[in-house]
């Protein structure tokens, strides 16, 4: 898994964040994967995927000031976020009692709760299901600052303003 990101201007449109994110895994599809010319398409539920390379697993995101993306050989998906605090009631919403307890006893409980809310997204567009299904079923440990989800591999990175998620 690759992750790539790309700061852009602030107060872009939202159509034109998502230009910059297909720019972005254009070019890197292009220079790191061999991939001159490819063609983008989605799923039903809006999951990227390259038209007939069935080998390689892409994944957009973006927000405001930034765009990014992943490249893997496995299903893929990746978030970016701004630094900011998720509101309890919306980490009520996605959290497992057992994160809910650990949020408070973690180092920055704020960069805690935005990180499992990102990297939670992160697993849901790996799956191709957005937010149909809940993020409750996806339970996520820390171990040394290192997160953990039963069947996937994730990696978090903090980015300037930024936080970054991607799940393999």
């Known amino acids: 898994m690759m992750v790539y990101r790309k700061t852009v201007e602030k107060g ?9 994110a297909y720019a972005l895994l254009q070019e890197v599809l292009r220079t790191d994967w061999n991939c001159p010319e490819v ?9 990227p995927y390259i038209h007939g390379r069935e080998d390689l697993h892409v994944s957009l995101s973006h927000t405001d000031g930034l765009v990014c993306c992943a490249v893997s050989k496995q299903p893929v ?3 970016c976020e701004p630094l900011r605090t998720v509101p309890q009631r919306v980490l009520q919403r996605v959290c497992t009692p057992l994160e809910l307890e650990a949020i408070p006893n973690a180092p920055d409980p704020e960069m805690r709760a935005l990180a499992l809310w990102t990297l939670k997204e992160s697993i849901s567009k790996k799956r191709g299901v957005g937010m149909t299904e809940s993020f409750q079923q ?21 980015y300037k303003d930024f936080l970054i998620a991607a799940a393999e």
């Open 12 to 20: 872009l449109k939202p159509a034109e964040l998502h230009n910059a």
């Open 39 to 47: 063609v983008i398409e989605k799923t039903a539920l809006g999951k």
């Open 77 to 79: 998906g990746v978030d």
């Open 138 to 158: 996806y339970e996520i440990f820390f171990e040394e600052h290192i997160p953990h989800c039963a069947g996937h591999t994730l990696q978090l990175e903090r």
